[in-house]
């Protein structure tokens, strides 16, 4: 593949005419995207970019060929069809495959419009720039670096290509092991034990990454002497201080290789540490689009959904295509980050909009939270809530009423050009309108599957909202008040939220019991008594932890470094940090094994795992009840050779299982 | 480039981490697999991470559901397709690796180092195959008309030539029929100089200085190829030839069919709890696929028994649990009976039987051991499963064990765990072997 060969293509004329008005209407409806470029590709080049994480040019590696591999059996024999795929990047570049129909190619157009608002404006992208400023994230750069380089280290003669391979497979199975909740630092741990990147003078860190030296530069001149100095006199008591979350920058910092031959532990090669240090860089790049995957999802579908659908943007013909298109994507059956995100913003709209209703409300002359039911008809307000009819259907013939609509709402020069027939006011109806138009023309809780929504408001919000409201004799009727009303407040604050949550503190803060009613949410927990997975609560606190069990920190148990001088003998100690859910002992010991190629010397993993006898849970099986786990602390411990496994006294292990949120959600008289 | 390494890459690497043979016995699922069709789940090969135990993870889905109510698998989402994150998010997932019991018995022999091959009732069957011998002659439905037409169609194309053309080259200034057969060799046109001899007579005197030069000629007049011809004309054009007939004959093939019956007898008694059952169905899965592999035809026949003996389906055979006692003989009885249907001059048999050893007191003395002897097979076999070690009374095993001792068509083996399993099912099956050399 190569650009070039799109050049051709991208003047696909066919396309250049949604790809601008998408564009424009986006930013009618608030949105400001990064600019897009779009590139049309056929099936095969779609599913050879999505394997490569949408990009094309990465090291060498078999995962690729893994993930092209099991795409193409999906594509064959699933309902996979893999539709767009658009990176996070400044500009964007966009790739829709060339045999969709024009309904798909704007659901998609459509759909990666909101994602680009998404990466310009969601903090999390922001953070992987931060060094180097907005304009020059060039990620696709970066990555095509770094595969060249490493394909030099392969093609070098010193090197041997499979040691290379199987070092970046080393690497690869740590690469959630990051800290991302820091921006990420080249110069993180650089020089020495006791330096840290956050607390070397926060100028400095910048200013080395600004630099962009290479790590070989920057250890030269920053090396443990020189940063020692800095810090000034004094060992640590322990090594990490405090334990370390970014744990590939602690192993390519203070890690080393076993020589066979020499049968110790030698330096690392300068190719190794480049390669961990270019891994890592990738990680925390990617990182962002993972931690806000929900949100980001959910975010394309609910505007994709509001161009499509509501806006019309596909044509009456297309949009039974359109309908179908959406419902193979939102479908599925089981959990789906699509709708679960899709589903909490339209709720942060309503809930939102809900508010700006009540608070105005409130405020009129003799009804207050207390007395709610009396005094209000909801019924009433739906009604009077709906859009004015000129704001709901626009053509050309009736443009006299739209130029009747109060201010806020009327572009009114493009309204005067619609009357000159400058613009198609059919086909685009929106063009006439200005943001706060749009917002009141689309308002949500007038639509028919949310009308509920207001009059579903429980007492204890209404008390939240109606207690502390000093002036709560504002207006002096209903209607007063409902013109008061700012119907663009949804949007307003689904915009601020796309700025600056991420999928964890997204789900924590906006999934309520309403919204685990409503959408009929329930976590499953596997039962040893039955043998099977079964449905463990429906309780909103019990289902937010296990969906932030899936999402906080990419949905892997937590690791750190706890001490990097184990035994007095140079070992490395790693630590679980325990919430109620085991790890996978199998693969751990497989990825111990990892580690101790890039430690060189024995590792130690401190973990707890949960037992449950054979004989209770036949007992349990009995009494139709869930026998009680025992919990108990684990020593895993490699030594380039053999693994060896000891059980930990309960005071040992106590600070990794001190946790304040158990993840376990099965209530206590489960299948009684 | 990129993509085709990095396919081929993966390709290297899956192939070493299919899970292998033993393990799959021992203590893969064999739930998935069939009667005919062996399912080997194949982790999709993945680098491993620090993760959460799967199952003691749980998870949310949705749906009207009540604490309590049972849950399905969970599904693969979208995300999986179109999302731009890292592809190595997704953790590893079950793929199947498919054999036919062939391939399995091929696979379980290099494995276990075996190489039985199935020797005795063999049935000799004259077969049809492919209609692919040729002969010259033959009945006119089996011409190979195709062929003819090919072998036609060349020896045109090898003789044809443009005899417009050609003629018009008699018409240059200054040529005549030996500069022109000169040209026509040169050109490789398959001309005789009879012909062009015969056409220049043909040729009218005052045309016979046309052109000037070939030049002119080219330029003026377009060869036609032969094909374009033969297009034109019609394949009616294109010579058949005797010498071009073929004719088409079947092959005949000899089969040899080898027919082999497979008798599974197990103690379904009290003491036999999931633990030891599930033994059973380790041992004999793998022993019923292999057979069936090595044979052209085989059939199964599933005997329970506990004090008496009754015949089952294989799909309630490995999971039935009845009450009462145990009397081994009853089962052997029975299978004597059955065996009826399948005499030992044309079918080839396996009697293998399962339990704990545990027996009615003489009952292995007395009664089996004679009929052990009396039902003429290729092997029988016994196997013990008893994850504690011995029992008292449990000494069925043992018995038969010192009373066939090197017998060559006898073989026992003591299972106690999931890690004894391969070696119970090479101790069977090179029992066997042994006996054919």
């Given at each position: 593949m190569s650009f070039d060969r799109y050049e051709a293509k991208r003047?696909?004329?066919?396309?250049q005419e949604p790809v601008d008005e998408a564009r424009l209407l986006a930013e009618k409806l608030g949105l400001e995207p990064y600019p897009v470029n779009y590139w049309i590709v056929d099936y095969d080049e779609m599913n050879e970019l999505i394997a490569y994480g949408g990009f094309?040019?990465?090291?060498?590696?078999?995962r690729w060929g893994m993930q092209y591999d099991k795409q193409q059996k999906q594509g064959q024999y699933g309902g996979g069809k893999a539709f767009e795929i658009v990176n996070n990047d400044n500009p964007s570049h966009a790739f829709l495959q060339e045999s969709n129909e024009l309904a798909d190619q704007k659901a998609v157009i459509t759909h990666v419009e909101a994602h680009a608002d998404f990466f310009a404006n969601n903090e999390w992208f922001g953070m992987f720039t931060d060094a180097r400023?907005?304009?020059?994230?060039?990620a696709a750069a970066m990555l095509e670096r770094h595969g060249r380089s490493i394909r030099e280290y392969m093609a070098?003669?010193?090197?041997e290509q499979a040691k290379v391979e199987r070092w970046i497979d080393n690497v690869l199975t740590l690469e959630?092991?990051?800290?991302?909740?820091?921006?990420?630092?080249?110069?993180?741990?650089?020089?020495?034990?006791?330096?840290d990147g956050e607390e070397l003078d926060d100028d400095l860190a910048e200013k080395l990454s600004e630099l962009d030296l290479s790590d070989e530069v920057l250890e030269e001149v920053f090396d443990e002497e020189w940063v020692e100095d800095q810090e000034g006199d004094g060992a640590a008591a322990?090594?990490?201080e405090t334990p370390e979350k970014d744990v590939i920058a602690f192993l390519r910092e203070h890690g080393k290789r076993y020589d066979e031959e020499a049968g110790k532990a030698v330096e690392f090669e300068p190719w190794q540490r480049d390669i961990i240090e270019m891994l890592r860089a990738e990680s925390y790049y990617f990182a962002a689009q993972k931690m806000t995957k929900v949100m980001n999802e959910g975010w394309a579908a609910y505007w994709e959904s509001m161009m499509m659908g509501e806006e019309a943007f596909a044509g009456a013909d297309e949009f039974l295509s359109y309908a179908d298109h959406q419902a193979r994507v939102l479908g599925s059956?089981?959990?789906?980050p699509y709708k679960l995100g899709k589903e909490l913003w339209e709720y942060v709209e309503n809930t939102t909009n809900r508010r700006e209703v009540l608070d105005k409300l409130l405020r009129?002359?003799?009804?207050?939270w207390r007395n709610v039911a009396d005094t209000v008809d909801f019924d009433d307000i739906l009604e009077q809530l709906e859009p004015p009819e000129a704001l709901d259907s626009i053509t050309s013939d009736a443009l006299d009423a739209v130029a009747e609509l109060p201010d806020k709402f009327v572009d009114r020069e493009a309204l005067e050009r619609a009357r000159e027939g400058e613009v198609d006011v059919d086909k685009?109806?929106?063009?006439?309108?200005?943001y706060e138009g749009l917002a009141r023309r689309h308002y949500?809780?007038?639509k028919r599957q949310n009308r509920?929504?207001?009059?579903?408001?429980g007492q204890s919000e209404l008390e939240r909202i109606g207690?502390?409201?000093?002036?709560?004799?504002?207006?002096?009727?209903v209607d007063e008040a409902l013109d008061d009303i700012d119907h663009a407040r949804g949007w307003d604050r689904m915009r601020e939220i796309r700025e600056s949550h991420n999928d964890v503190t997204f789900l924590d803060e906006f999934l309520t019991q309403e919204f685990v009613d409503e959408n009929e949410y329930f976590t499953y927990e596997y039962s040893q008594a039955a043998g099977q997975n079964r449905v463990a609560s429906t309780d909103y606190e019990d289902v937010k932890k296990k969906l932030l069990l899936q999402f906080t920190n990419f949905g892997k148990p937590t690791i750190v470094v706890?001490?990097?001088?184990y035994n007095n003998r140079n070992e490395l100690l790693l630590a679980h940090r325990y919430n109620g859910v085991m790890l996978d002992i199998e693969q751990a010991q497989r990825t111990l094994e990892r580690v101790f190629d890039l430690w060189g010397r024995p590792v130690n993993l401190m973990t707890i795992v949960k037992t449950v006898d054979e004989h209770d849970i036949e007992v349990a099986k009995r009494r139709n009840r869930e026998p009680e786990p025992e919990e108990q602390g684990l020593l895993i411990r490699y030594d380039g050779s053999t693994f060896e496994e000891r059980e930990l006294p309960w005071e040992e292990v106590e600070d990794i299982a001190a946790s304040d949120v158990d993840y376990d959600t099965k209530p206590d008289d489960w299948l009684a | 480039m990129g993509l085709q390494d990095d396919l081929e890459r993966f390709r290297e690497v899956g192939e070493k981490r299919r899970e292998d043979l033993a393990d799959f016995i021992q203590y893969?699922?064999?739930?998935?697999?069939?009667k005919d069709d062996v399912r080997i789940p194949i982790k999709i090969v993945d680098l491993p991470e620090f993760e959460y135990d799967r199952r003691d993870q749980g998870g949310v889905g949705q749906g009207d559901a009540d604490v309590g109510d049972p849950v399905g698998q969970p599904q693969p989402q979208?995300?999986?397709?179109?999302?731009?994150?890292?592809?190595?998010?997704e953790g590893a997932e079950h793929e199947y690796y498919e054999m036919d019991p062939e391939e399995f018995a091929q696979e379980l022999d290099e494995e276990l180092g075996l190489e039985l091959d199935p020797k005795g009732k063999k049935v000799i069957e004259e077969k049809e195959g492919p209609f692919t011998d040729l002969t010259?002659?033959?009945?006119?439905?089996?011409?190979d008309f195709e062929r003819m037409f090919k072998e036609g169609l060349k020896r045109k194309l090898a003789m044809d030539f443009d005899e417009e053309f050609l003629r018009e080259v008699l018409k240059?200034?200054?040529?005549g029929p030996d500069r022109a057969f000169e040209w026509a060799r040169g050109e490789n046109v398959p001309v005789s100089k009879a012909w062009i001899d015969d056409a220049y007579d043909d040729v009218p005197r005052d045309e016979?200085?046309?052109?000037?030069?070939i030049d002119e000629l080219e330029e003026n007049v377009d060869r036609e190829p032969v094909q374009q011809k033969i297009r034109r004309e019609g394949?009616?054009?294109?010579p058949f030839r005797r010498e071009d007939e073929r004719y088409r004959h079947p092959e005949i093939i000899e089969e040899r069919e080898k027919n082999v019956v497979v008798f599974n007898i197990r103690?379904?008694?009290?003491?036999?709890?999931q633990n030891k059952r599930e033994l059973v169905e380790r041992v004999f899965t793998p022993l019923d696929w292999y057979l069936q592999g090595k044979y052209d035809n085989a059939e199964f026949v599933y005997i329970a028994h506990d004090a008496e003996a009754w015949e089952v389906e294989r799909d309630e055979f490995f999971g039935i649990r009845s009450g009462g006692g145990t009397k081994i003989s009853s089962a052997y009885e029975l299978a004597e009976e059955l065996l009826e249907e399948y005499p030992w001059s044309e079918w080839n048999r396996y009697v293998f039987a399962a339990g704990?050893?545990?027996?009615?007191?003489?009952d292995t003395e007395q009664r089996v051991v004679p009929l052990m002897e009396q039902i003429p097979a290729n092997l029988h076999a016994y196997v013990e499963t008893q994850p504690s070690g011995n029992a008292i009374n449990a000494t069925h095993a043992e018995e038969v064990e010192s009373h066939?001792?090197?017998?060559?068509?006898v073989a026992v083996a003591y299972v106690?765990?999931?890690?004894d399993v391969t070696d119970a099912i090479y101790e069977i099956l090179s029992t066997e072997e042994e006996a054919e050399q």
């Open positions: 003047e696909a004329s066919k396309l094309q040019h990465r090291y060498p590696h078999w400023g907005d304009d020059e994230v060039d070098d003669p010193d090197v959630d092991t990051i800290d991302q909740h820091q921006t990420f630092s080249a110069s993180h741990l650089l020089g020495g034990p006791d330096a322990s090594f990490p059956p089981g959990l789906n009129v002359e003799g009804i207050s685009y109806p929106w063009k006439v309108l200005t949500s809780l007038t509920g929504f207001l009059k579903r408001v207690r502390y409201l000093f002036d709560d004799a504002v207006y002096e009727s706890q001490d990097g001088n | 893969g699922d064999l739930g998935q697999s069939g979208p995300g999986d397709g179109d999302e731009e994150g890292d592809p190595g998010e010259r002659t033959g009945p006119d439905s089996t011409l240059i200034e200054g040529w016979r200085t046309t052109w000037s030069s394949i009616k054009q294109v103690d379904v008694s009290g003491s036999m709890r704990d050893s545990e027996n009615s007191s003489n066939f001792g090197d017998s060559d068509d106690s765990s999931e890690d």
